[in-house]
């Protein structure tokens, strides 16, 4: 049998290697250890904000599936930014440019290490795709575990996530709660370790990984408490000796049909806008050709077949419950919406794993793709003269399809959240905030703060919102994000002022401002992007080195 240790023997063997194996020695491991493959598990724990904190923990199991398959596994960290707490505030600011240190740090060990194999364990928003990016890039044997979703809470009979609390700040910043009430959503809403619990970013980059091949079907959606999550832990660790073996690697499971699978798991569930993000950066890792159009393209002829939040009326873990990630995937591949062929870290094709998919009986969940609650997907792409290398929206959480009127302009979130707070935003409105984009935030901060509060008062549907930021995965409402080029760069949403027609035409893709020719070249005349907000460390960095949301953020 082939063992496996392609690339660490470069580490561990031979008399010049004394040195190295003396000093892994020193931290408990043997010769036999040595001998054997040697597998990096990548943690993305930390104990600031739950989506990660257990973590820890499911690595145990992980490295003991290493150890019964014949491996030595080596366990190492990296970075987690929790976008919740984060959020509206300037260190949101961190959380799209972790996705880059996370795969970039992963790659230094496994490069540094000459690791065999990789299990990585992510959990949040950016540690799912930045995970997702590392493996593409390095592309030795390697599999992705999602830690699962946080349990939802309960009060007053309705299940709550992190969304309700959001949203919470609006309604009693306006009255419709009161202080009581609100301490009681805050206090109920996340009672367990986990990720956040509807289908927002990392739910949605969880459901990916399966569709994509990259996670096991069926792991990534077992609750983040359940005691099964345990026992996938070790399954994983099991499976990523097989792959060692086999040399079955990243590029030939994330293929571009691979990639076309996870877009329509995306539409299919009305997963969260930054997926376009994300799914564009791991098609440059994965060097699979892939535009920000095509999006549009799989979701024009892709049902909506799951109802869940932000859009929709059920969490992750019902959906867990309903049938699952595999479930979901099993309807699409039952009306003809997936590859069937492409391979999954099992070695298996994707039709195979999901074929004898559960479904619980009477179940609301999820529905066949002939009967969707949608006849098309989540997200949309807009263009226009406002949105010329394109713009995102996600239709799953909005019912509304066009509006226009006037612009409301801020030039960053604080000023348009304290707008929100002191209810001046009206139905009709068009809110922009801009100089939130990758350069100009820099980091694209999402905007679940502004949303929120204007969901909150009621005003979900009756006013647009449009940034070079970003929203979050939690966010409902008619909102367009990734407005680009941006506003840094001189894109024209940097010329819009206050009481600008603004128009959103969904059914026509469209999004445009009205600005006389004339009055538009007097208001660029002389302009100069706002200085840098940052001169030195990794936000600088970034900021110098990161393309255009259109093409997924990345950095050059």
């Known amino acids: 049998m082939d063992s496996g240790k392609r690339h660490s023997h470069l580490v561990t063997e031979g008399p010049s290697r004394a040195p190295a194996r003396a000093m892994m020695k020193a931290v408990g491991f043997t010769d036999e250890d040595l001998s054997k493959p040697l597998i990096g598990i990548a943690n993305t724990w930390t104990e600031i904000g739950p989506c990660n904190f257990h973590l820890r923990a499911l690595a145990e199991h992980v490295k003991a599936g290493v150890r019964a398959a014949g491996g030595t596994p080596l366990e190492f960290n990296t970075v987690s930014i929790s976008d919740g707490i984060t959020m509206g505030t300037e260190g949101m600011k961190t959380s799209l440019i972790s996705r880059e240190l996370i795969a970039d740090s992963i790659e230094l060990v496994a490069r540094g290490n000459s690791l065999d194999g990789l299990v990585c364990l992510s959990s949040c928003d950016k540690t799912n795709p930045g995970v997702m990016m590392a493996l593409a890039r390095m592309d030795i044997p390697g599999l992705a575990l999602y830690g699962g979703s946080i349990d939802h809470g309960h009060h007053n009979g309705k299940a709550l996530t992190v969304q309700d609390v959001f949203e919470a700040v609006g309604a009693f910043s306006s009255g419709k709660i009161d202080a009581k009430e609100f301490k009681c959503v805050e206090n109920a ?58 040399d079955l690697k990243p590029s030939q499971i994330m293929t571009r049909p691979a990639f076309e699978n996870a877009i329509a798991s995306v539409a299919a569930s009305g997963g969260s806008t930054n997926a376009v993000l994300h799914l564009l950066a791991l098609a440059k890792e994965a060097n699979v050709s892939l535009q920000i159009d095509e999006f549009d393209q799989i979701c024009r002829k892709t049902p909506t077949i799951a109802t869940l939040k932000p859009g929709g009326l059920y969490t992750a873990v019902e959906m867990h419950k309903a049938g699952g990630i595999s479930l979901l995937l099993r309807r699409l591949l039952e009306g003809g919406y997936l590859h069937r062929d492409c391979v999954t870290v099992t070695g298996r094709t994707i039709a195979a794993e999901v074929a004898g998919a559960f479904e619980a009986p009477g179940q609301q969940v999820i529905r066949p793709t002939d009967k969707p609650f949608k006849p098309t997907g989540g997200l949309v792409i807009l263009r226009g003269n406002l949105a010329e290398e394109g713009g995102v929206l996600k239709v799953a959480g909005s019912s509304r399809e066009k509006l226009k009127g006037p612009a409301r302009v801020f030039n960053n979130e604080e000023d348009a959240m304290a707008a929100a707070n002191a209810q001046q935003i009206k139905a009709g409105d068009v809110v922009v905030i801009r100089y939130e984009g990758p350069k100009g935030g820099p980091g694209m901060r999402e905007m679940l703060g502004v949303t929120a509060a204007l969901a909150g ?57 009205e600005i006389d020719p004339a009055e538009l070249a007097r208001r660029k005349a002389g302009w100069q992007a706002p200085a840098p907000r940052y001169a030195r460390g990794v936000m600088a960095k970034y900021a110098n080195t990161v393309s255009s949301a259109s093409v997924g953020a990345v950095t050059t």
Not at 467 to 487: C, K, L, N, Q, Y
């Open 189 to 246: 809403a996340c009672p367990t370790a986990g990720a956040c619990g509807g289908q927002f970013t990392a739910n949605t980059m969880a459901t990916i990984m399966e569709a994509i091949g990259i996670s096991p079907v069926g792991l990534n959606g077992i609750p983040a408490t359940a005691a099964e999550k345990n026992q996938a832990a070790f399954r994983c660790g099991e499976i990523v000796m097989d792959l060692v073996r086999r």
């Open 457 to 513: 008062q009621g005003l979900a549907d009756s006013v647009a919102l449009l940034t070079d930021g970003r929203f979050s995965g939690a966010t409902r409402g008619f909102s367009i994000g990734h407005v680009a080029p941006e506003a840094f760069v001189g894109g024209l949403i940097a010329f819009v002022q206050e009481g600008d027609l603004i128009e959103v035409d969904v059914p026509a893709r469209k999004l445009s401002v």
